[in-house]
């Protein structure tokens, strides 16, 4: 079958929700396909004329969806049609007429399942593909919002909460509505005049926001969303129904002359502002649409109270997929303890510094210098790498005014809010809040443990522009060359490290299987398709100086031409080992492990601790070369998981198994068709590896002469493999 597109003359598949469906569905619609920010949220076309529907699951969900099927080839029979994953799920199907109706079920949080339609031609050897639909599952969640009366302007709280959840519960989302009707105030209405709407606070709302948390006092709730019920809002001279900065906690409601279907949507509108920083569908930055010309929650409905797409005052509360995805990520999540920019700090050292030396205080039973006023927040959204490990968000706050502390381990206590999908480590004064449970839990192994597990990235080489520059065998606390591409955090999620280090296997290319840069080109031109996988196999197989594309200039001659290929006799992928190039690197990798070793004592690292290694590309022999060292030089050391991420000249090097907790080799099958494999580093299995150690890249992960290799794209790692797949990466507590 195909994965990347259709038959289109034999039979389509449409999906669709039922009526008995609970969660959205959505594709791509056409006034947003010229926008890159949003269309790169959705998988290219079937066909020119099928756009791939998404549908929304929560964890641990299900639902109901019915699919469609136009059939122009007789020879395709309606009941053989089925409806199948990749890896063999099969979903039964009820038929009645042209309608098929099965039921979905969640995977993973952030997983997509591909549910493809197939038929089948009598006599045919494989499946045709006549539909798809990717079923997206994501976090539910849970959030309060206070409607605040201001002078006993009020609402009917639980309308609002019932008409909320009629919108948000498609998309995993239940409010729970309260009203405050005791608060007054000495102005009834709002001029925000002067304001950057939807981005910041006025002088006038910093006025009401600090009024209302002295009225609320210690009964104000951090974890809540208020907005404030007024009779009317003045914008540069025009009415406004409502306003909320993005990413803020308080927002503005003006009730006059607002029938009350329209009131409540502007309530879910200015929600999706302030507690996910939801742009309208016609900001500026997304190339939109006309402003009242969709369905969706965050346009504007036209005077007329209809949209030419049928969402009118009522119905425009679609959210599409790419906000979905804005929905469920924990940078727009923590923005709800921004009360205003007075309070907030966003330097990241400070953060660090204070982790560090609480950390240093509870091991070492000292004190731990740290300053902060009470109620003082800090607060980072932007993924804040702490000793290799990445929180994506995370905000201290003071509970009292703190100059020195001491705390010890018993005193680090876990507090979770999943009701508010917020997750809380408390040590004394201070308060860690996160917005994954995971995050929570590393932070509390982080300050209380002294040893720990600890993770050794090993990159390889760094590019034809780098030719000239080696290795220095040192060891580093970060990646200092941008290598990793994000996959390195999607590990250290998994493994839980206490301690991160990398390691630089960057060396020539004459120790590659290519020996020359001239022999990669040649390879590159005789292995790439006619119809290349990406741009950088487009510019080698076509760029008329496709060398100089890749080395911008530095370091060889121009003029390798076809001819010169045919003279080297390289026609295909450069197979052939090159031990004595291999054995290099396995040398100055010894000379790193030298390196570690004084590393791994530095940072008391404990006989019952772990080591797992993760290399790619030419890291392998490097990371050969460290192992030998640590095994000579490190009585007891215990390896844990080996993963060998597209590994150059891999027959040269050997792997016991029974060395290690885990071992994978990860990259493309070289049993398949040139133009799917690694031309970078041609595959081959690691000796004292087999099959069953290996885990090939899945068929719908783009693959190539460079795409196979390219870090980037081993996402698929933690994104594609479920428990008990070859490859999955065992998670640690």
Not at 27 to 55: G, H, R, S, V
Not at 63 to 74: F, H, L, R, T, W
Not at 424 to 451: H, I, P, Q, W
């Given at each position: ?207 009401l926001n600090a009024a209302y948390q002295t009225y609320r006092q210690d009964q104000f709730d951090d974890s809540s969303v208020y907005l404030f019920l007024l009779n009317s809002g003045e914008m540069k001279g025009e009415l406004m129904a409502g306003d909320m900065p993005r990413g803020k906690q308080f927002g503005y ?75 469920s990520n924990p940078a727009a999540l923590v923005s709800i303890f921004e009360k205003d920019e007075a309070g907030m700090a966003i330097d990241p050292n400070r953060i660090i510094q204070i982790v560090n030396n609480l950390r240093s205080a509870i091991i070492s039973g000292t004190s731990a210098d740290i300053k902060m ?361």
């Amino acid at each position: 079958y195909s994965s990347t597109a259709a038959s289109p003359h034999l039979a389509t598949v449409t999906f669709s929700n039922s009526a008995n469906s609970k969660y959205a569905i959505d594709t791509l619609p056409a006034y947003f396909e010229k926008t890159l920010l949003i269309a790169n949220a959705y998988q290219p076309k079937l066909t020119p004329n099928y756009a791939i529907p998404y549908k929304f699951l929560p964890e641990g969900g299900s639902d109901e969806v019915q699919a469609s099927i136009a059939i122009k080839d007789e020879r395709i029979d309606p009941d053989k049609v089925v409806f199948r994953t990749p890896n063999g799920t099969v979903y039964k199907a009820t038929r009645s007429g042209n309608t098929y109706t099965f039921t979905v079920t969640a995977g993973p949080v952030n997983d997509v399942q591909e549910v493809y339609a197939f038929g089948h031609l009598p006599g045919a050897q494989t499946y045709s593909t006549l539909g798809k639909l990717n079923v997206a599952t994501y976090q539910s969640q849970q959030h309060k919002l206070t409607l605040v009366a201001v002078n006993n302007n009020t609402l009917n709280a639980k309308e609002v909460e019932t008409y909320l959840n009629r919108i948000y519960n498609q998309y995993g989302v239940t409010w729970t509505v309260t009203q405050d009707n005791a608060f007054t105030y000495t102005l009834s209405d709002l001029d925000s005049k002067g304001s950057n709407l939807f981005s910041a606070y006025t002088p006038e709302m910093k006025a009401l926001n600090a009024a209302y948390q002295t009225y609320r006092q210690d009964q104000f709730d951090d974890s809540s969303v208020y907005l404030f019920l007024l009779n009317s809002g003045e914008m540069k001279g025009e009415l406004m129904a409502g306003d909320m900065p993005r990413g803020k906690q308080f927002g503005y409601i003006f009730t006059q002359d607002q029938p009350k279907e329209t009131l409540y949507r502007t309530i879910a509108h200015e929600l999706g502002h302030g507690r996910w920083k939801l742009r309208h569908t016609f900001d500026d930055q997304l190339a939109p649409p006309t402003k009242g010309t969709t369905n969706n929650l965050m346009d504007y409905v036209v005077e007329s109270g209809s949209s030419p797409l049928g969402g009118g005052r009522e119905g425009a509360v679609h959210l599409s997929k790419w906000q979905w995805d804005q929905l469920s990520n924990p940078a727009a999540l923590v923005s709800i303890f921004e009360k205003d920019e007075a309070g907030m700090a966003i330097d990241p050292n400070r953060i660090i510094q204070i982790v560090n030396n609480l950390r240093s205080a509870i091991i070492s039973g000292t004190s731990a210098d740290i300053k902060m006023n009470k109620d003082q927040m800090l607060n980072y959204t932007s993924g804040l790498v702490i000793c290799g490990y990445r929180y994506p968000t995370i905000a201290i706050k003071a509970k009292a005014a703190i100059t020195t502390m001491q705390a010890k381990a018993q005193d680090v206590a876990e507090a979770s809010h999943a009701l508010n999908n917020y997750y809380n480590l408390e040590v004394g004064n201070l308060v860690f809040t996160f917005t994954r449970k995971a995050d929570m839990s590393m932070m509390r192994k982080y300050l209380t443990t002294k040893g720990g597990n600890v993770v050794l990235f090993v990159n390889g080489y760094r590019g034809p522009q780098n030719e000239l520059s080696r290795t220095d065998n040192k060891i580093s606390i970060k990646d200092t060359y941008d290598y990793w591409e994000g996959i390195n955090y999607a590990f250290t999620d998994r493994l839980r490290p206490i301690k991160t280090f990398y390691a630089d296997g960057h060396m020539s290319i004459e120790t590659s299987n290519h020996k020359t840069i001239t022999n990669f080109w040649c390879s590159a031109r005789a292995s790439i398709s006619t119809w290349p996988a990406g741009f950088t196999d487009a510019a080698l197989k076509y760029g008329g100086d496709a060398i100089h594309i890749l080395t911008r200039g530095t370091w060889f001659e121009s003029g390798t031409s076809p001819a010169t290929c045919r003279a080297l006799n390289v026609n295909g992928l450069n197979k052939a080992s090159n031990t004595i190039g291999f054995n290099q690197r396995k040398a100055e990798g010894n000379k790193a492990g030298l390196n570690l070793i004084q590393e791994l004592k530095n940072s008391d690292f404990q006989s019952t601790d772990t080591l797992d290694i993760v290399c790619h590309s030419m890291g392998f022999a490097y990371a050969l070369g460290i192992i030998e060292a640590l095994k000579s030089g490190v009585t007891g050391v215990r390896l844990g998981g080996f993963y060998i991420i597209a590994p150059e000249n891999a027959c040269s090097g050997s792997v016991n198994p029974a060395d290690f907790m885990q071992v994978w080799q990860y990259g493309s099958d070289e049993t398949k068709s040139i133009y799917q494999q690694d031309g970078v580093a041609p595959q081959c299995q690691v000796k004292g590896l087999t099959n069953n150690n290996r885990a090939f890249i899945p068929d719908n992960v783009p693959q190539g002469f460079v795409s196979s290799h390219t870090i980037g794209n081993y996402k698929w790692i933690f994104e594609k493999l479920k428990k008990d797949e070859d490859g999955y990466v065992v998670q640690k507590n």
